[in-house]
């Protein structure tokens, strides 16, 4: 029998364009780098082999996780491992900010989430369903650190969804 509806699932709708950066960025550089190579005409198979090896480094490296979410649970995915949280048994919620600003979660299982907070204001779907487990964990009185650190977070999501909500209708 086939379900009908949504899947119960969110996903962060931007991932796909950044990954395709990633690979086109890679890509450019082992290019740029074997083209320099066999300009100076020092370019070897050894050489060449070591120059694919940076870029799938580079790749790696500008590859973005992959956060999605659905009824009770969060999911990192990096190019090595996976991530999950259950957001309805959240028990400590911490932000870090500087230069490289992100979101830690932790779950009552021992899990732990990190990510970035601007993928949650990025994507409506994924900061919902994180704000309806923070809800239940409320609720169950599991979260006791952190609830703070959600409401400005969702402050400020809701402050810049209506500032683009202005601007998109030219009133502001």
């Given at each position: 029998m086939r379900r009908s509806g949504p899947t119960g699932r969110a996903g962060d709708r931007h991932w796909r364009g950044s990954a395709r950066l990633a690979v086109s960025c890679a890509m450019a550089f082992c290019a740029m780098a074997l083209l320099v190579d066999w300009d100076a005409g020092s370019l070897t198979p050894l050489r060449a082999l070591l120059w694919?090896?940076?870029?799938?480094?580079?790749?790696?490296?500008?590859l973005p996780a992959r956060v999605s979410a659905g009824p009770g649970w969060l999911t990192v995915r990096t190019p090595w491992?996976?991530?999950?949280?259950h957001?309805?048994?959240?028990?400590?919620?911490?932000?870090?900010?500087?230069?490289?600003?992100?979101?830690?979660?932790?779950?009552i299982h021992g899990h732990r989430v990190e990510l970035d907070p601007r993928i949650l204001a990025a994507n409506p779907f994924l900061w919902h369903?994180?704000?309806?487990?923070?809800?239940?964990?409320?609720?169950h009185g599991t979260l006791r650190h952190g609830a703070d650190v959600l409401d400005r977070l969702g402050h400020r999501i809701d402050d810049e969804t209506s500032q683009?909500?202005?601007?998109?209708?030219?009133?502001?």
């Open positions: 694919a090896a940076l870029s799938a480094a580079a790749f790696a490296v500008l491992r996976r991530h999950l949280v957001t309805d048994a959240l028990t400590v919620v911490r932000q870090y900010d500087g230069v490289s600003s992100h979101l830690v979660l932790r779950d369903e994180l704000d309806t487990g923070v809800r239940r964990s409320l609720e683009a909500v202005l601007r998109a209708s030219g009133l502001s």
